[in-house]
């Protein structure tokens, strides 16, 4: 039993679809060292105060502090990363599909490298379920769930009819729900979503006629899974199975050709970075709607 005292946002998710959006300002990732323009290909949340981004374009993993909105440090990586998840013990792994790798990270102090694991392909999306990482690749599309020493458990490629399942899967998202862990995967070329158990048994794909250049894609509880539609100039909110898909934010809240997003629970703070580089990353409140 929930004691009454707790107020009713601690005792319950953010119904996301029917929120209030008010936006907050934005982030600028561009660095003094920067080579080209910051393309902001992975976002994730360290904690509630810090950001971790993936500037593919200047190879970089970037800290930003999102109290004062800057870039505190950065990590120079052997090439462009391209998603990033957190892994316990203060660590991270990060994609490099241009070197077929996967670097992990330490996030404990100042970010820096650890060891890293060669595999099988261009890795593009990545997520963690249990103890293992699960892995998406472009060309030929497929999912690996794979141990961290890079021993591939199990490979996921075709649908149960023995169709392939992907064409390019390039982004990854992990949810805790009630019936235990789910693993999203967003398609680009096909802008559907597919969700799997954590043995790779399809659960159930999910499209909608106005997805277009579908991206990164994130669980927010209940449920609730927020997807970048790129193409569509949109985030929307994907919820009862894919039966319920909402717009969250579009071209009126300032957002254009969104591409990584992260969600921040305790802040109910939304991150949403673009497929253009130089863009900011957009900073967005939601809250209950009166």
């Given at each position: 039993?929930?004691?009454?005292?707790?107020?009713?946002?601690?005792?319950?998710?953010?119904?996301?679809?029917?929120?209030?959006?008010?936006?907050?300002?934005?982030?600028?990732?561009?660095?003094?060292?920067?080579?080209?323009?910051?393309?902001i290909t992975g976002l994730t949340?360290?904690?509630?105060?810090?950001?971790?981004?993936?500037?593919?374009?200047?190879?970089?993993?970037?800290?930003?502090?999102?109290?004062?909105?800057?870039?505190?440090?950065?990590?120079?990586?052997?090439?462009?990363?391209?998603?990033?998840?957190?892994?316990?013990?203060?660590?991270?792994?990060?994609?490099?599909?241009?070197?077929?790798?996967?670097?992990?990270?330490?996030?404990?102090?100042r970010i820096s490298c650890l060891?890293?694991?060669?595999?099988?392909?261009?890795?593009?999306?990545?997520?963690?379920?249990?103890?293992?990482?699960?892995?998406?690749?472009?060309?030929?599309?497929?999912?690996?769930?794979?141990?961290?020493?890079?021993?591939?458990?199990?490979?996921?490629?075709?649908?149960?009819?023995?169709?392939?399942?992907?064409?390019?899967?390039?982004?990854?998202?992990?949810?805790?729900?009630?019936?235990?862990?789910?693993?999203?995967?967003?398609?680009?070329?096909?802008?559907?979503?597919?969700k799997l158990s954590v043995k790779?048994?399809?659960?159930?794909?999910?499209?909608?006629?106005?997805?277009?250049?579908?991206?990164?894609?994130?669980?927010?509880?209940?449920?609730?899974?927020?997807?970048?539609?790129?193409?569509?100039?949109?985030?929307?909110?994907?919820?009862?199975?894919?039966?319920?898909?909402?717009?969250?934010?579009?071209?009126?809240?300032?957002?254009?050709?969104?591409?990584?997003?992260?969600?921040?629970?305790?802040?109910?703070?939304?991150?949403?970075?673009?497929?253009?580089?130089?863009?900011?990353?957009?900073?967005?409140?939601?809250?209950?709607?009166?």
């Amino acid at each position: 039993h929930i004691p009454l005292s707790i107020p009713a946002s601690m005792s319950s998710v953010l119904d996301i679809k029917n929120a209030s959006v008010t936006k907050l300002p934005e982030i600028n990732t561009s660095t003094p060292s920067d080579k080209r323009d910051s393309w902001i290909t992975g976002l994730t949340l360290l904690h509630p105060g810090t950001l971790l981004a993936a500037d593919y374009y200047n190879n970089t993993l970037k800290e930003i502090d999102v109290t004062t909105n800057t870039v505190t440090s950065q990590l120079l990586l052997t090439s462009g990363p391209w998603d990033i998840t957190l892994l316990p013990g203060d660590q991270a792994a990060v994609t490099l599909p241009d070197e077929k790798k996967i670097q992990f990270i330490s996030t404990k102090g100042r970010i820096s490298c650890l060891g890293s694991i060669s595999v099988s392909g261009e890795c593009r999306g990545i997520g963690l379920v249990g103890y293992n990482l699960v892995v998406s690749y472009k060309y030929p599309g497929k999912v690996e769930i794979m141990e961290y020493t890079g021993r591939v458990i199990n490979t996921i490629t075709t649908d149960n009819s023995g169709y392939n399942l992907f064409s390019y899967p390039c982004c990854i998202t992990v949810g805790r729900e009630k019936s235990g862990e789910m693993i999203y995967v967003s398609d680009w070329p096909t802008n559907t979503i597919t969700k799997l158990s954590v043995k790779g048994k399809i659960l159930g794909t999910y499209k909608h006629k106005n997805w277009s250049d579908i991206y990164e894609l994130t669980c927010v509880g209940e449920g609730q899974v927020l997807v970048c539609n790129s193409g569509g100039n949109t985030v929307d909110v994907v919820s009862d199975d894919g039966k319920d898909i909402v717009t969250l934010l579009d071209l009126t809240h300032g957002i254009e050709r969104p591409r990584a997003l992260c969600y921040c629970p305790s802040q109910a703070t939304l991150y949403v970075s673009s497929r253009i580089s130089g863009k900011p990353i957009w900073v967005f409140k939601l809250s209950k709607t009166s």
